[in-house]
């Protein structure tokens, strides 16, 4: 078969199963975003132009505790670039110039779903000369909560998130066509489970993983079931043999949304990024299937 119809095909293929995410908005509140469009993956020579920007973390104002958990993450963690911390209306002067790149909280929908829901996102793209916002070059994006939950038990995800990033833009110049094909699933691994502990915060798992009786059906490896609180204080010590997982659900039980999964390291690798579908009959939290797939 000719070279060049193999990827068409491929191509076609891949963008009928493909769940596109649009970016609406910064949450900030000061931008909102008419027209929805997939975000760009960063071409190649966008990759080098990053190694060479400014890192601009914009400031939310709106959330001062989670910028300060940003803002601690990136000055322990971030070794890519040269970093400042600017405000919103820095980041409206600076976002047309791609000598900056941003790490900003943006708020995403998935197309086709039927309630609309959106979702916080942790975003680092480049600077680009379009007046849309939704055509700003992406490097990684990790959800961090449904954008009507106040609740801040995201914080003991934040340093690998930030950690993971960096690693992820060196990934993209070697693995960039995979990593568009499959996004962050790219990296997920049935390797690397045997020899650590999972920590799984107890106040997310679903009904059917709930307890250690349970998880054992399905995962056969050690684990502790913890409180988000419980996996901070575990996590500060910065042990090597731990894995945990970070999950992002509804505040509430409506049936209806996604949920998200991800399991890091404390060094900063990804294991394993899942989503789905929540219904009635198929819940919200990790569950069997997640743990079937380690």
Known sequence: MNTSVFFNIVKRFFAKIKVKFFILGIVFGFLNVTVMANPPLATEQQIGMFKNSTLCVVNDEGNMIFSALVKEAVENHWKSTTYEFITQDEFNQRRFDSKYSFLMVTKGVFDKDPGGISYNYLSLVLGNKSSDLTNMPEFCSFPISYSDDNSMNFGYA??????????????????????????????????????????????????????????????????????????????????????????????????????????????????????????????????????KQL
């Open 158 to 291: 934040i340093p690998a998130m930030i950690k993971f990033m960096q690693k992820h833009v060196a990934n993209l110049e070697s693995s960039r066509l995979m990593i568009s094909l499959r996004g962050l699933k790219y990296y997920n691994s049935s390797s690397g489970f045997k020899d650590k502990v999972l920590l799984l915060n107890k106040n997310k798992l679903a009904e059917n993983a709930n307890t250690p009786e349970k998880i054992k059906t399905a995962y056969n490896y050690y684990v502790k079931l913890l409180s988000s609180e419980e996996i901070q204080t575990e996590l500060a010590s910065n042990p090597i043999n731990a894995l945990f997982n970070f999950h992002v659900g509804p505040a509430t039980d409506n049936g209806s949304g996604k949920c998200f999964e991800m399991i890091f390291d404390v060094s900063g690798n990804l294991y394993y990024y899942n989503y789905r579908d929540i219904t009635n009959e198929n819940k919200d939290g990790f569950n069997l299937d997640d743990l």
